[in-house]
């Protein structure tokens, strides 16, 4: 089976201090540490998992600059067999619907049987698998968190949904689907396997390559535009209690009682 894992390079929350530009309209970006977005991690598992199980190549793909590079290397050391860096001055500044145009400009190069994604960018939205799914004109499903191969056409998925309940479908391939945190726990990887891939060549089509028009994408493309952030206004504070274990307990039932938590 050949699989597909979008995957995107973000900044570390937990390695920096996230602050507004003196615009307000992004993050301020200098200095940050940058790393795989943490949710593409098990979308890269979940199809090297498939692989074992079935056999196949699993290809990671990423649409930025030089830097971005990195989180590929990290996953071909993670076990992915080819890492693409899909890469043109004409991308920079692109909205979700043009990730999803580069994206598509990609697959329809190459045979993909199932293409993943995680199940949000942190630092974006859930938005680029269903657009692509959409472009490309296959199945999609959101929020999966297990996948079973049926028949080499098929695919059983369990889906997360409201209430902590699980939606059982079939879908056929090829389809797309962003997998949810926790469908299984990412491999460890060190600097050894990192070195292991750091000579291996990566694939680095531009906008000719893809047949992408230059002007449906990017900054000029962009159908959203961000405008601000802003910092939430801060809520009122934690209640401390004090007292024995017995009396809080009574105390934190009569709180959310009085807040309409207990019926």
Known sequence: MEILVCARRVPDTSENEISLNSTGNDIERDELIYSVNEPDNY?????????????????????????DEEILRREMAMGATHGVLISDPAFAGSDGRGIAAILKGFVAKGNYDLIL???????????????????????????????????????????????GNREISE????????????????????????????????????????????????????????VDYFVP?????????????????????????AKGGLK
């Open 43 to 67: 979308a890269v598992e979940e199809a090297l998992q498939i692989v074992a199980r079935v056999g196949g190549k699993v290809t990671v793909v990423t649409v930025g600059g030089e830097d």
């Open 233 to 257: 206004a801060l809520g009122k504070g934690a209640e401390m209690l004090s007292g024995s274990r017995e009396e809080n307990i009574d105390k934190v039932l009569e709180l959310m009682a």
């Open 171 to 226: 879908i056929d391939l090829p389809c797309v689907l962003s997998i949810q945190t926790g469908i299984n726990e990412p491999r460890y990887v060190g600097m050894r396997g990192i070195r292991a891939v750091a000579s291996v060549p990566i694939a680095t089509p531009d906008a000719a390559e893809l047949a992408v028009d230059p002007g449906s994408v990017g900054e000029v493309g962009a159908k959203v535009t961000r």
């Open 117 to 163: 994604t995680g199940v949000q960018a942190e630092d974006g939205a859930a938005q680029v698998g269903g657009m692509l799914a959409a472009m490309l004109d296959y199945p999609f499903a959101s929020l999966v968190n297990s996948i079973e191969i049926l028949d080499g056409k098929k695919l059983k998925i369990s889906r997360e949904i409201e209430g």
